[in-house]
């Protein structure tokens, strides 16, 4: 028997405590992986709460990344003792995830962890760093360079856009922050963020087209924060949008787009093909300043987990959070 977070769910509501669970009630897959680390991502935030239906299977036993080592294996990419780290493919949502010692999964889901990142470094990264190099992958897949202009970065402060900034700062990138908390100045200007952006500037009601100010973006947010943002983006520039930290809305006008040749890319970590994958895992293992990627996580015990997540949903967490399940793995 061994620790795991389980969400329930019953006609007075959803519960979710800590309790033990045996690794025969785990799901079908064809490798088991002991977890060593797991993290606190905006999603498991919305699954813990439940203020969003983000869990569609119950119990579920939450936590969209993990990395661990593998224990059992029917796979053939994969041996016992192999590190390995698990983003996405709705673990955590209808499979269960990594706020527990052990987890079951398709071998095709994991990516081998790349030399030069622990463990704990791989899920500092967590599926929000991950999600950052994809949006900073597809802006240069795109076109972009670091002679194109400024790239403006939205919920900079938090994990996505934190990882964000380090990471294109590290490959020559000029950042705007933008950021809804302006004492987190000195922490972004740390993260190798050139100027900060005061979030209001983009949050109110904005015109279909505005000063051409940036040459491309990275936008967490959504709602008006991305319609400003479209609407400030230079000629032939590009926004890579994954998040919805604002709202599901998109309260834009097609200007942008045919009065200024703008790409809008959607980002999505949880079905990406797995090249992307490991292509993102090494621009990660290569570019990521380790200092910085220090300088922006915060552990939290793993008993911790269900009190911190609301906080999430409060837009009070700053970078990224680590969940130690089994520390000792390595
Ligand atoms: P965090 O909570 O760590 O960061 C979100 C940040 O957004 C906050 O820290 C805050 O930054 C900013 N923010 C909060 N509220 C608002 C608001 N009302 N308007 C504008 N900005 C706001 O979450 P993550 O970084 O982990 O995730 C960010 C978003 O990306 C989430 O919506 C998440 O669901 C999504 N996501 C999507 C993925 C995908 O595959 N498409 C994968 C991973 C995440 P600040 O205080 O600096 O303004």
Redesign the pocket.
Known sequence: MFDAIMIEKSEDGQTVKMTEVGADQLPEGDVLVDVAYSTL???DALAITGASPVVRSFPMVPGIDYSGIVVESAHSDYKPGDRVVLN?WGVGEKHWGGLAKQARVKGDWLVPLPDGISLRQAMAIG??GY?AMLCVDALQKHGITPESGEVVV????????SVATALLAARGFEVAA????MS?TDYLKGLGAASIVD?AEL?GKGRPLAKERWAAGVD??G?T?LANMLASIKYRGVVAA?????GMDLPATVAPFILRGVTLVG????NCPKAERLEAWEGLARDLDLAKLDAMTTEIAFSDVVETAPK?LE?Q?RGRIVVPVSPELG
């Open positions: 991502n905006y999603k996405g599926t929000a999600t939205s919920g900079a402060a938090g994990g996505v856009g933008v950021t809804g908390r987190e979030r949050s967490v947010a709602s924060v994954c998040g919805l930290a604002a980002v999505d970590s949880v999430f837009g967490i």
